[in-house]
């Protein structure tokens, strides 16, 4: 197995109702270390730079009005495979599809509001952590 770094971000949604620490909690249990974390208030550039791939879609609006509608936590996750360990535990985009225990069916008030952000890929990941993170923020 390898081990790995991911991005992570808890969205508005679960920032709003204080279960940074409850997410956190199923991430860590999941065998995920957090080698770096902030809480920061999007800017409307930041969430529109960050979700630029999404820009062509019908959603994409509603997206970023959503993501600078209150803070995130963005984070930096480790672990032996921690991309796919991570989207185990968020769980389906759709919170109605995703499994039992997940931080997405336990947490999700929506597909939009979703409660987590993970990479789904490591060229992903390696671009998302550096967006948000200097490499001397990260302390494995």
Known sequence: MALERTFSIIKPDATRR???????????????RIIAQKRIRM????AETFYAVHKER?????LVDFMISGPVV?????????????????????PKDAAEGTIRKTFAESIEANSVHGSDSQAN???EIAYFFAGSELVG
């Open 18 to 32: 204080n279960l940074t620490g409850k997410v956190n909690a199923m991430l860590e249990e999941a065998g995920l």
């Open 125 to 127: 990941a390696a671009i």
């Open 43 to 46: 800017t409307r550039e930041n």
């Open 74 to 94: 963005v984070q930096v996750l480790e672990g032996e495979n921690a991309i796919a360990k991570n989207r185990d535990v968020m769980g389906a985009t759709n």
């Open 58 to 62: 019908p959603f994409f609006g509603e």
